[in-house]
């Protein structure tokens, strides 16, 4: 990791970067020839593998409350990115993280590093450097996972009459970003949870490599996200909103109407949306199944362009610096996490 002139006299750059971001020297199997303590680290893909990148930055007060938990702030930036890698079927390896803070504080800095450092752990993902530096809060997540060539999952290879399913369930990010706003801040909340600590989908896309066709995270919501996938496959789509998996309590904590509009456009939900040939679906839920999770078809890809099933009110999605990533009525815009290096 790097560092600039410290304006703290408790907490130069360099106690800080050691005392909460350098892990024990990962082992030969990680392929971390030279880690944190160097202008660059050094980085050994495995043999006859693509490297998979991808960048995201999450913002106090945009994308996460800025009095959420240290620890849950430090589990969610990282795992926005690293459902980036899911989204193409990689495998994590590796990651750089920045940290821009208004001051050092330990607690809050101990909070935030277990966070990270755990789902480093939980995930096989070894940090490997960075940067902090003073100034507005704000984290960059860089995740590096690696790819068989010509494996990878991609949002172009759709293909009329795929089946469209989504891994989990759906609406959770929008629905805990309510519970927060009134009030709740029990993270065992199912709903707080999904938005404060989501689970990037790692398992699932390495699992469905060689049988989707085309993939993409919710991050901006499934109508948003499925859209591009659409854009970039050539093609159309059929929803059913009616078989919509939604997130447990999502229907108690908005009601039926507003429930499934979160599950279309809320965001933040980081599943996987699929596409599929309808001959691989029984293997492919068989596959999550192993992995304890759902594969749901909610529509079917087609050959004239638009997407149809779903009332012109529920098309919206989070995008930054435009009044179109406005939500739909009723629907909040649940933390608005960009969609990272493959936007």
């Known amino acids: 990791m790097?560092?600039?002139?410290?304006?703290q006299p408790r907490h130069g750059e360099f106690e800080l970067i050691a005392r909460y971001f350098t892990p024990a020297p990962p082992g030969p199997e990680a392929g971390v020839a030279l880690g944190v303590g160097d202008d660059c680290t050094l980085l050994a893909p495995a043999p006859g593998r693509q490297l998979a990148v991808s960048v995201d930055t999450s913002v106090a007060g945009v994308h996460y409350p800025e009095e959420a938990p240290a620890e849950a702030v430090g589990h969610r930036a990282l795992a926005v990115s690293l459902s980036d890698l899911a989204a193409m079927g990689a495998r994590a390896r590796w990651c750089l993280m920045s940290l821009t803070l208004a001051s050092a504080d330990d607690a809050w800095l101990a909070g935030f590093s277990r966070g990270f450092r755990t789902l480093c752990d939980m995930t096989g993902t070894a940090l490997v450097g960075g940067d902090v530096t003073r100034g507005a809060t704000s984290i960059g997540v860089t995740?590096?996972?690696?790819?068989?060539?010509?494996?990878?999952?991609?949002?172009?290879?759709?293909?009329?009459?795929?089946?469209?399913?989504?891994?989990?369930?759906?609406?959770?990010?929008?629905?805990?970003?309510?519970?927060w706003q009134r009030g709740e801040r029990d993270?065992?909340?199912?709903?707080?949870?999904?938005?404060?600590r989501p689970q990037p989908r790692l398992a699932a896309g390495e699992a469905l490599v060689g049988l989707a066709t085309a993939a993409i995270d919710v991050s901006d919501g499934l109508l948003a996200d499925l859209g591009h996938i659409l854009e970039g496959s050539g093609v159309g789509a059929t929803l059913d909103p009616e078989v919509l998996p939604l997130a447990d309590g999502l229907v108690e904590a908005l009601g039926e109407a507003p429930a499934r509009r979160a599950a279309l456009t809320g965001g933040d939900d980081y599943e996987l949306v699929v596409a599929l040939p309808p001959e691989r679906l029984d293997q492919a839920r068989?596959?999550?199944v192993a992995l304890g999770l759902p594969l749901t078809v909610v529509g079917r890809l087609e050959a004239e362009p638009g997407l149809r099933g779903v009332e012109a009110l529920s098309r919206g999605g989070w995008q930054h610096f435009s009044?179109?990533?406005?939500?739909?009525?009723?629907?909040?815009?649940?933390?608005?996490?960009?969609?990272?290096?493959?936007?």
């Open 187 to 196: 993270l065992a909340h199912p709903l707080l949870a999904r938005y404060l």
């Open 2 to 7: 790097s560092s600039e002139p410290s304006s």
């Open 143 to 179: 995740v590096m996972g690696e790819v068989v060539p010509g494996r990878a999952l991609t949002r172009h290879g759709g293909r009329p009459g795929d089946l469209v399913a989504v891994t989990g369930a759906l609406g959770g990010g929008a629905g805990g970003l309510v519970a």
């Open 323 to 343: 009044a179109a990533g406005a939500p739909a009525a009723g629907v909040p815009a649940a933390g608005a996490q960009g969609a990272g290096g493959g936007a």
């Open 286 to 288: 068989a596959r999550l």
